[in-house]
T-cell receptor, first 111, second 114 residues
Framework: DAGVIQSPRHEVTEMGQEVTLRCKPI?????LFWYRQTMMRGLELLIY????????DSGMPEDRFSAKMPNASFSTLKIQPSEPRDSAVYFC?????????FGPGTRLTVT | SQKIEQNSEALNIQEGKTATLTCNYT??????LQWYRQDPGRGPVFLLL?????KEKRKERLKVTFDTTLKQSLFHITASQPADSATYLC?????????????FGIGTKLQVIP
């Protein structure tokens, strides 16, 4: 398996623009997680899906963030409108049991 | 609120020595605790999981202990090598609304000096 796939790897956008991050989990995994990582706050859970259903979205910062998982092999995280404070590395991870497998991340810069 | 503390400063050790990283948690009782490794520019990689009823877990040169009384986990790398240089993340899990919710520590950066 190719592992968790994320795109794009890097995204630079201007404040106010819409940003969409994409994730393909490992085939057969039934849980999917979106995280945000910054130097100051470390790795923070944004949202958790199980069998394509959002179970815990308590980490989603505000209404500007939304996530979808239309099927078992694809998820998106959207930020609209983006702000400079959203600049971070966004990771997607999937799991079947407890241990999580992370993608390479998307480095987002909002200017 | 739940809190996880790891050595916030970098840990520098000589090659061949044993590296010991500390993870302390407060205000909750995790059923499991995981350790991950993260290299620059990459996502975290799972290393080990230990359950609350296990005192110690080993995998090759790695050893993890879990003291639920002290609310502490120690992560040891024996015979350390420069290739072990990375950031190590502690990740306790707790039951939250019927699922095991994981929270990651800020990580400890380990530098093994040749």
């Amino acid at each position: 398996d190719a592992g968790v796939i994320q795109s794009p790897r890097h995204e630079v956008t201007e404040m106010g623009q819409e940003v969409t991050l994409r994730c393909k989990p490992i085939s057969g995994h039934n849980s999917l997680f979106w995280y945000r990582q910054t130097m100051m706050r470390g790795l923070e859970l944004l949202i958790y899906f199980n069998n394509n259903v959002p179970i815990d979205d308590s980490g989603m910062p505000e209404d500007r963030f939304s996530a979808k998982m239309p099927n078992a092999s694809f998820s998106t995280l959207k930020i609209q409108p983006s702000e400079p404070r959203d600049s971070a590395v966004y990771f997607c991870a999937s799991s079947f049991r407890i241990e999580q497998y992370f993608g390479p991340g998307t480095r987002l810069t909002v200017t | 609120s739940q809190k996880i503390e790891q050595n916030s400063e970098a840990l520098n050790i000589q090659e061949g020595k044993t590296a010991t990283l500390t993870c302390n948690y407060t205000n909750y009782s995790p059923a499991y605790l995981q350790w991950y490794r993260q290299d620059p520019g990459r996502g975290p990689v799972f290393l080990l999981l230990i359950r609350e009823n296990e005192k110690e877990k080993r995998k090759e040169r790695l050893k993890v202990t879990f003291d639920t009384t002290l609310k502490q986990s120690l992560f040891h790398i024996t015979a350390s090598q420069p290739a072990d240089s990375a950031t190590y993340l502690c990740a306790p899990l707790r039951n939250s609304g019927g699922y095991q919710k994981v929270t990651f520590g800020i990580g400890t950066k380990l530098q093994v000096i040749p």
